[in-house]
Nanobody
């Protein structure tokens, strides 16, 4: 069992930065890949970024590539999402999720546990 808690959301002006944190409980956190997803009002949940168990080979949606960076610290049971050059279209509730799967991290169905989400609002 893994419990995930996101933090770090807030209101920021376009061009600004935020750093989201996903804190996990449980000793087996290092055996899970972690992804970030977001959902804007009236839209489907979409993939943002993912990182595998070892912290190598991060993957990003095209819409955030070059602006967002995902990283993890297994010793601290934490995954971070550094978001730079934020745009109004980044406004959404951001969720972190944990998966035992070895592949398919862009698909929400492979994730076993989800956090409650944190709101990110980017003003123009």
């Amino acid at each position: 069992q893994v419990q995930l808690v996101e933090s770090g959301g807030g209101l920021v002006q376009a061009g600004g930065s935020l750093r989201l944190s996903c804190a996990a409980s449980g000793r087996t956190f290092s055996t899970y890949a972690v992804g970030w997803f977001r959902q804007a009002p009236g839209k489907d949940r979409e993939f943002v970024a993912a990182i595998n168990r070892s912290g190598r080979s991060p993957d990003y949606a095209d819409s955030v590539k070059g602006r967002f960076t995902i990283s993890r610290d297994n010793a601290k049971n934490t995954v971070l999402l550094q978001m730079n050059s934020l745009k109004p279209e980044d406004t959404a509730v951001f969720y972190c999720a944990a998966s035992r799967s070895l592949t398919g991290y862009r698909m929400s169905v492979v994730y076993d546990y989800w956090g409650q989400g944190t709101q990110v609002t980017v003003s123009s």
